[in-house]
Nanobody
């Protein structure tokens, strides 16, 4: 499956953005989906994951209460709604398809990444 992430941009601290990740085909519905991010000079970091039904969700502590992951299997798309953004949320955000997991090694397919920049 091919993944196309979009929705990144420049936003002021406290603002919001909604990322989308569109999958190329119906097999999307059989995968757990995850969002990860990588800031300059830092390692890739888990953000959120959602299982194939959308019934199980897990967030990193750093984004809990501010970010919401969701999916629309009819549209083969997963979303990451980000509110109350902080400068430390600045990173390239990647969507991935695989297991329902916090471990990037459990994902088989990755999108190209979309840059989120939060200004102070």
């Amino acid at each position: 499956v091919q993944l196309q992430a979009s929705g990144g941009g420049l936003v002021q601290a406290g603002g919001s953005l909604k990322l989308s990740c569109a999958a190329s085909d119906y097999t999307f519905t059989s995968y757990g989906m995850g969002w990860f991010r990588q800031a300059p000079g830092k390692e890739r970091e888990f953000v959120a994951t959602i299982n194939w039904t959308g019934g199980s969700i897990y967030y990193a502590d750093s984004v809990k209460g501010r970010f919401t992951i969701s999916r629309d299997n009819a549209k083969n798309t997963v979303y990451l709604e980000m509110n109350s953004l902080k400068p430390e949320d600045t990173a390239v955000y990647y969507c991935a398809a695989g297991d329902y997991s916090v471990d990037f090694r459990h994902y088989d397919y990755w999108g190209q990444g979309t840059l989120v920049t939060v200004s102070s």
